[in-house]
C-alpha cells in the first residue's frame, strides 16, 4: 500500500493546538490533582441528593471522620458559633472521654506516605480550659508512621499549629488520628497534611508531571457542567476561589449527583463530593505557568446545566450584569495592574507579573434551547468583553453533541456573526463522546468543514460501551479499541489543522473508585497513577507534530494518516485499523529524507492499561528497516519520523 503526501494545499499548524482540558469530576482535584491529603479537613462536607430542577443540600460536617478508638470514646459535634473564618463556618467539638480518645479521617483511601518524604501538617485548635497535649500524626496498624505533639493555649482564642515531619517508613491506606492526652473539650478546625515534594506547595507531584510530559499549548478549566453548576447557585464562581485558602467558601460538586435515580433516592455513592477550592482561580494560573500552557478559563453565561437544571438568568434581568462583570473582572484579575481592585489581589497573593491571559471560554456547552436565549446573551457577552478587551480570543460553543440540529444551528449563528465582526470568537467547541465506529466514519469529517469558523475540538473520547464506557469507575473502559479509534479520528484533525485549531481530550483525570465519567486520560489512587492508552496517543500527537501539515492519502482500507513537518523533520502518523499486517511505501511531492525512528503502539482491542501493568499500551522504538517503507502491524498506530 502507499501513504502519499503533497505539498500543494499544505495548511499551518498554529503552536500550541494540543492542549489539556481539566475539571474537577472523578475526584481530579480534592483527593487528586491538589496534594492536600485529608478529606473534609474543614467539616465544611454536605450531602447532596436530588434530580434535575431539585436538589438537596443537607450540611455533614462529620463526613470522612470518625470517633478514635470506639465510638463511645469522644462526643464529637459541628458546631458554627464564633468560627475561624465566616465563610466556612463549621467546627468540630471534641468532648473527649478518656485519655487517647480523639478523631480519625478517612482520608480517601487512607493515608500513603512515601519513606524519607517531608510532610507539612498543621491544623487550628481553640480551648477554653483544656491545657493537656495533643498528638496528631499517621499511623498504619500499631506501627507510628510520625506523630507530632502540641499544648493547646487555654485562652479561648483560635490558634494555628504547624509541624514538619519527615517519615522513617512509607505506609499505604494509613491512618491520620488526633487525639487528647486526657479528657477534655477542644475545638478544632483546618486540618492539613501536605506533601513537600508537591509542585508549586500545591499540586500531587506525580499528577502534575505526567500532565506536563503532555507538553500542553493551553489548559482549559475549570469545567465543564461544573461552570454552569445544578443550579445557577451551584455555579463555580471564580472570586470565591482567590485569596486566603480558608476563606474560599466551599461549594458542594455537581458531580455529586451525576447517575442520581429514584432506586437510589436520589443519592449517589458520592453524595458528598465537595470543591474546598484549595485549587482555585490562581492556583489555575499557576498550574498553566508551570504547563507551559496557556490559560483557558471557561465561564457562566447564566445558564444552569442544561442536563440538571432549567435555570437560567432571563436576558434583560439585571442579574446577568453580574455574570457579565465576572467576565470582565476576571480578565483585571489576570492582567491588572496594582491599581485596579482585583489585580491588586493577584498582586497580594503573590504574582506581580500579569498571567498570560489570552483565551476565554463563554459558556460550556450551551446550547439554545427552551427560550433560554443562548445566542442573544452570548453575543451581549461577547460585545460588553471586547468593548473593554479586544485582544481577548473568546471561545464559543457548539453544545454537547455533534451531528445534531443544535451543533448546526450553533455553527450557521456562529459564521453568520464571523461574517459581521470576525472576532466574534476565536473557535468554536464542540464535544463529542462517541463510539469507535462513528471516529472512523467521520476521520474526515474536517475535510469538508467550511474554512470560516475555527474549531475547538473541546473534549472528545471514544466510548466503547461493551468495554464499560459510560459507568462509574470503569478503568476498563479505557481500551486499545477506543484510543486506536481516536488516534485514526485526530489524522483528521492534524490534516485539517488550518481549521481545528484547538483539540483536549475529557476527561483527563479518574480517581479509582471515585469516578463519575469513563474513559478518562489518567488514573490514579492516593500511591500511583498510570495512563491510559488514550494518554499515549494524545502524548505521541502532542510530542510528534510539526508547523505545516501536508494533505495525505493512503490506499488502504481502514488505514488513516497525517503528516507534518517541522526544520527538517517530518511526522507521519499513521493508523493500521484492519486485522491484516500491511507493508507501506511512503511518497511525497517533497523531499522528507530518510526514515530516522518509528514509535509504535498496538495492542489487542480488548487490552487497557492498569495499576498492575500501566505500560500495556505504550509507545515502544522501533528500528526502522527500509528508508522509506514501514511495516503497518494490524491494530497499530505509529509515528514516523523522517529527517532531510
Ligand atoms: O467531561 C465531562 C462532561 O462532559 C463535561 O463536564 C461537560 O462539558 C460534558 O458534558
Given at each position: 500500500m502507499k501513504i502519499t503526501m503533497t505539498d500543494a494545499g499544505k495548511v499551518p499548524v498554529r503552536a500550541g493546538s494540543f492542549g489539556l482540558f481539566f475539571e474537577d469530576i472523578n475526584y481530579s482535584l480534592d483527593g487528586g490533582l491538589y496534594a492536600q491529603m485529608l478529606e473534609n479537613r474543614n467539616f465544611e462536607a454536605k450531602d447532596v441528593c436530588g434530580d434535575k430542577d431539585n436538589f438537596t443540600v443537607t450540611p455533614d460536617g462529620k463526613y470522612a471522620w470518625s470517633v478514635f478508638p470506639?465510638?463511645?470514646a469522644a462526643a464529637i459535634k459541628v458546631k458554627d458559633d464564633r468560627p475561624l473564618f465566616v465563610e466556612n463556618p463549621h467546627y468540630l467539638r471534641i468532648e473527649a472521654k478518656k485519655a487517647g480518645a480523639g478523631i480519625v479521617n478517612k482520608a480517601y483511601d487512607g493515608v500513603y506516605c512515601k519513606a524519607g518524604m517531608r510532610y507539612k501538617l498543621s491544623f487550628w485548635m481553640r480551648s477554653y480550659d483544656y491545657r493537656a497535649p495533643v498528638f496528631a500524626g499517621v499511623y498504619a496498624g500499631g506501627e507510628k508512621i510520625f506523630e507530632v505533639k502540641a499544648k493547646p493555649r487555654a485562652d479561648g482564642k483560635w490558634h494555628k499549629y504547624e509541624f514538619g515531619v519527615r517519615t522513617g517508613k512509607s505506609c499505604e491506606r494509613a491512618q491520620f488520628r488526633f487525639t487528647l492526652s486526657a479528657a477534655g473539650t477542644l475545638h478544632v478546625d483546618w486540618f492539613s497534611l501536605m506533601p513537600e515534594d508537591a509542585v508549586l506547595g500545591i499540586f500531587r507531584r506525580d499528577l502534575a508531571e505526567m500532565l506536563r510530559e503532555l507538553k500542553p499549548g493551553f489548559l482549559r478549566f475549570p469545567g465543564g457542567c461544573i461552570v454552569e453548576g445544578n443550579t445557577l447557585a451551584n455555579r463555580y464562581l471564580w472570586k470565591n476561589s482567590v485569596g486566603q485558602t480558608e476563606r474560599r467558601r466551599h461549594n458542594w460538586s455537581r458531580w455529586a449527583v451525576h447517575g442520581a435515580c429514584e432506586e437510589n433516592g436520589?443519592?449517589?455513592?458520592?453524595?458528598?463530593?465537595?470543591?474546598?477550592?484549595?485549587?482555585?482561580y490562581y492556583e489555575y494560573f499557576l498550574l498553566s505557568e508551570y504547563l507551559g500552557a496557556k490559560p483557558l478559563p471557561v465561564l457562566s453565561v447564566g445558564i444552569a446545566c442544561q442536563y440538571m437544571s432549567s435555570e437560567v438568568v432571563p436576558l434583560g434581568d439585571p442579574a446577568l450584569e453580574t455574570y457579565i462583570q465576572e467576565a470582565l473582572d476576571l480578565v483585571e484579575f489576570a492582567r491588572g495592574g496594582k491599581d485596579t481592585v482585583w489585580g491588586r489581589v493577584r498582586i497580594e497573593m503573590g504574582h506581580p507579573e500579569p498571567f498570560a491571559l489570552e483565551y476565554l471560554g463563554i459558556g460550556n456547552e450551551q446550547w439554545e434551547a427552551d427560550g433560554n436565549e443562548f445566542y442573544k446573551r452570548f453575543e451581549l457577552f461577547e460585545r460588553r468583553i471586547h468593548e473593554k478587551y479586544p485582544d481577548i480570543r473568546i471561545i464559543g460553543t457548539a453544545g454537547p453533541t455533534v451531528d445534531s440540529p443544535s451543533h448546526k444551528s450553533a455553527w450557521e449563528w456562529t459564521r453568520k456573526n464571523l461574517e459581521e465582526n470576525p472576532d466574534f470568537v476565536y473557535a468554536c467547541d464542540e464535544h463529542f463522546y462517541v463510539p469507535p465506529k462513528w471516529l472512523y466514519d467521520n476521520a474526515d469529517v474536517y475535510d469538508g468543514y467550511p474554512r470560516k469558523g475555527l474549531v475547538y475540538a473541546g473534549e472528545y473520547a471514544a466510548h466503547v460501551m461493551e468495554a464499560g464506557a459510560g459507568r462509574m469507575n470503569a478503568p476498563e473502559s479505557n481500551v486499545w479499541e477506543g484510543a486506536l479509534a481516536e488516534a485514526a479520528f485526530m489524522t483528521g484533525m492534524e490534516r485539517n489543522a488550518d481549521v481545528v485549531v484547538m483539540k483536549s481530550y475529557a476527561p483527563l483525570l479518574a480517581r479509582l473508585g471515585y469516578t463519575?465519567?469513563?474513559?478518562?486520560?489518567i488514573w490514579f489512587d492516593g500511591k500511583s497513577a498510570y495512563g491510559s492508552a488514550s494518554y499515549y496517543v494524545q502524548k505521541l500527537y502532542s510530542l510528534y507534530t510539526g508547523d505545516v501539515s501536508y494533505k495525505v492519502r493512503t490506499d488502504a482500507p481502514r488505514t488513516y494518516a497525517s503528516a507534518t513537518s517541522r526544520d527538517d523533520l517530518t511526522f507521519v502518523k499513521v493508523v493500521n485499523a484492519g486485522e491484516e499486517t500491511l507493508t507501506a511505501d511512503i511518497e511525497a511531492d517533497f523531499n522528507f529524507g530518510e526514515l530516522l525512528r518509528i514509535v509504535r503502539m498496538q495492542g489487542e482491542l480488548t487490552d487497557y492499561n492498569t495499576m498492575e501493568e500501566p505500560a500495556k499500551l505504550a509507545p515502544a522504538e522501533i528500528a526502522p528497516s527500509a528508508p522509506a517503507t514501514v511495516e503497518l502491524p494490524p491494530r497499530s498506530f505509529q509515528v514516523l519520523v523522517f529527517r532531510r
Amino acid at each position: 500500500m502507499k501513504i502519499t503526501m503533497t505539498d500543494a494545499g499544505k495548511v499551518p499548524v498554529r503552536a500550541g493546538s494540543f492542549g489539556l482540558f481539566f475539571e474537577d469530576i472523578n475526584y481530579s482535584l480534592d483527593g487528586g490533582l491538589y496534594a492536600q491529603m485529608l478529606e473534609n479537613r474543614n467539616f465544611e462536607a454536605k450531602d447532596v441528593c436530588g434530580d434535575k430542577d431539585n436538589f438537596t443540600v443537607t450540611p455533614d460536617g462529620k463526613y470522612a471522620w470518625s470517633v478514635f478508638p470506639a465510638e463511645d470514646a469522644a462526643a464529637i459535634k459541628v458546631k458554627d458559633d464564633r468560627p475561624l473564618f465566616v465563610e466556612n463556618p463549621h467546627y468540630l467539638r471534641i468532648e473527649a472521654k478518656k485519655a487517647g480518645a480523639g478523631i480519625v479521617n478517612k482520608a480517601y483511601d487512607g493515608v500513603y506516605c512515601k519513606a524519607g518524604m517531608r510532610y507539612k501538617l498543621s491544623f487550628w485548635m481553640r480551648s477554653y480550659d483544656y491545657r493537656a497535649p495533643v498528638f496528631a500524626g499517621v499511623y498504619a496498624g500499631g506501627e507510628k508512621i510520625f506523630e507530632v505533639k502540641a499544648k493547646p493555649r487555654a485562652d479561648g482564642k483560635w490558634h494555628k499549629y504547624e509541624f514538619g515531619v519527615r517519615t522513617g517508613k512509607s505506609c499505604e491506606r494509613a491512618q491520620f488520628r488526633f487525639t487528647l492526652s486526657a479528657a477534655g473539650t477542644l475545638h478544632v478546625d483546618w486540618f492539613s497534611l501536605m506533601p513537600e515534594d508537591a509542585v508549586l506547595g500545591i499540586f500531587r507531584r506525580d499528577l502534575a508531571e505526567m500532565l506536563r510530559e503532555l507538553k500542553p499549548g493551553f489548559l482549559r478549566f475549570p469545567g465543564g457542567c461544573i461552570v454552569e453548576g445544578n443550579t445557577l447557585a451551584n455555579r463555580y464562581l471564580w472570586k470565591n476561589s482567590v485569596g486566603q485558602t480558608e476563606r474560599r467558601r466551599h461549594n458542594w460538586s455537581r458531580w455529586a449527583v451525576h447517575g442520581a435515580c429514584e432506586e437510589n433516592g436520589f443519592r449517589t455513592d458520592f453524595s458528598h463530593y465537595g470543591q474546598t477550592l484549595g485549587v482555585g482561580y490562581y492556583e489555575y494560573f499557576l498550574l498553566s505557568e508551570y504547563l507551559g500552557a496557556k490559560p483557558l478559563p471557561v465561564l457562566s453565561v447564566g445558564i444552569a446545566c442544561q442536563y440538571m437544571s432549567s435555570e437560567v438568568v432571563p436576558l434583560g434581568d439585571p442579574a446577568l450584569e453580574t455574570y457579565i462583570q465576572e467576565a470582565l473582572d476576571l480578565v483585571e484579575f489576570a492582567r491588572g495592574g496594582k491599581d485596579t481592585v482585583w489585580g491588586r489581589v493577584r498582586i497580594e497573593m503573590g504574582h506581580p507579573e500579569p498571567f498570560a491571559l489570552e483565551y476565554l471560554g463563554i459558556g460550556n456547552e450551551q446550547w439554545e434551547a427552551d427560550g433560554n436565549e443562548f445566542y442573544k446573551r452570548f453575543e451581549l457577552f461577547e460585545r460588553r468583553i471586547h468593548e473593554k478587551y479586544p485582544d481577548i480570543r473568546i471561545i464559543g460553543t457548539a453544545g454537547p453533541t455533534v451531528d445534531s440540529p443544535s451543533h448546526k444551528s450553533a455553527w450557521e449563528w456562529t459564521r453568520k456573526n464571523l461574517e459581521e465582526n470576525p472576532d466574534f470568537v476565536y473557535a468554536c467547541d464542540e464535544h463529542f463522546y462517541v463510539p469507535p465506529k462513528w471516529l472512523y466514519d467521520n476521520a474526515d469529517v474536517y475535510d469538508g468543514y467550511p474554512r470560516k469558523g475555527l474549531v475547538y475540538a473541546g473534549e472528545y473520547a471514544a466510548h466503547v460501551m461493551e468495554a464499560g464506557a459510560g459507568r462509574m469507575n470503569a478503568p476498563e473502559s479505557n481500551v486499545w479499541e477506543g484510543a486506536l479509534a481516536e488516534a485514526a479520528f485526530m489524522t483528521g484533525m492534524e490534516r485539517n489543522a488550518d481549521v481545528v485549531v484547538m483539540k483536549s481530550y475529557a476527561p483527563l483525570l479518574a480517581r479509582l473508585g471515585y469516578t463519575q465519567w469513563s474513559p478518562d486520560l489518567i488514573w490514579f489512587d492516593g500511591k500511583s497513577a498510570y495512563g491510559s492508552a488514550s494518554y499515549y496517543v494524545q502524548k505521541l500527537y502532542s510530542l510528534y507534530t510539526g508547523d505545516v501539515s501536508y494533505k495525505v492519502r493512503t490506499d488502504a482500507p481502514r488505514t488513516y494518516a497525517s503528516a507534518t513537518s517541522r526544520d527538517d523533520l517530518t511526522f507521519v502518523k499513521v493508523v493500521n485499523a484492519g486485522e491484516e499486517t500491511l507493508t507501506a511505501d511512503i511518497e511525497a511531492d517533497f523531499n522528507f529524507g530518510e526514515l530516522l525512528r518509528i514509535v509504535r503502539m498496538q495492542g489487542e482491542l480488548t487490552d487497557y492499561n492498569t495499576m498492575e501493568e500501566p505500560a500495556k499500551l505504550a509507545p515502544a522504538e522501533i528500528a526502522p528497516s527500509a528508508p522509506a517503507t514501514v511495516e503497518l502491524p494490524p491494530r497499530s498506530f505509529q509515528v514516523l519520523v523522517f529527517r532531510r
